[in-house]
Structures are given as C-alpha cells and as structure tokens.
C-alpha cells in the first residue's frame, strides 16, 4: 500500500471540509481526476480549490475500503449549505506521492468499489 495513502486522504479531506481553497491544491496532484455529479475529468489544483470554495460541500468519513497499494474508497456522509440532511456517497481515492491524484464520487458504496476494482485491475494489466 502506498505509504501516505491515509494521511493524504485525511488532508484531502480537512482541505475540503475547512473550504480552504490553498491547503486544498497543496491536497493535490497536477492534474487531479475527478468525477461527481456535473461530469468528469482531470483539472489542476487550482481548479480543484475553485470547487472547494464554490461547492460548500462537507465531506465526512465513515468508512475505509483499501483496494490494491494506491486506491481507497471512503464511504462518506455528504452535506452542502443548502442542506441540512447528509447524503451518504462513496469516493475513490487514488494516491501517488502523498498527494490525492484522483477523487471519484459516485452515489453509494457498492458503485464505487465496483468502479475501485475495475480500475485496480486496469492498471494490473497491460
């Protein structure tokens, strides 16, 4: 397993639930893929930290699925300002460096570690 995969989800995690949008590129690589609701693709850290700050969303853990060395799902609680009520989401992490390099939210546990070993087998094969 990679050695910071933890603690980089974790700041990855603070940096998005204090909507502070340096500490959250610092979270990052360049570029970073994402995935949510409005679409997919990879941005920079600074777009990144742009949605941190539009978004309001919280995010808080409530539980850890590791799939291979670099990926972990994060089943979490989700709540944005106009919102009292959490929504329960999955994400798929992927990190490389210490830095968060992907964060796919998809809308449940089963979803998201479906997509976490499809994509842990990808990258298993050539």
Known sequence: MEPN??????EWHTSVNDGDPKRAAD???NPIVVLGPKGAGSITPEQFADWVERSGIRLIPRSWHPVGE?????EQDATWPQSKDPTRVATVFRVAGGKVTAALR???LGSALDLAHICHEMAATV
């Open 27 to 29: 979270a990052v690589g």
């Open 70 to 74: 670099r990926l972990m799902v994060v």
């Open 106 to 108: 998809l809308s449940d």
């Open 5 to 10: 995969i933890e603690p980089a989800i974790d």
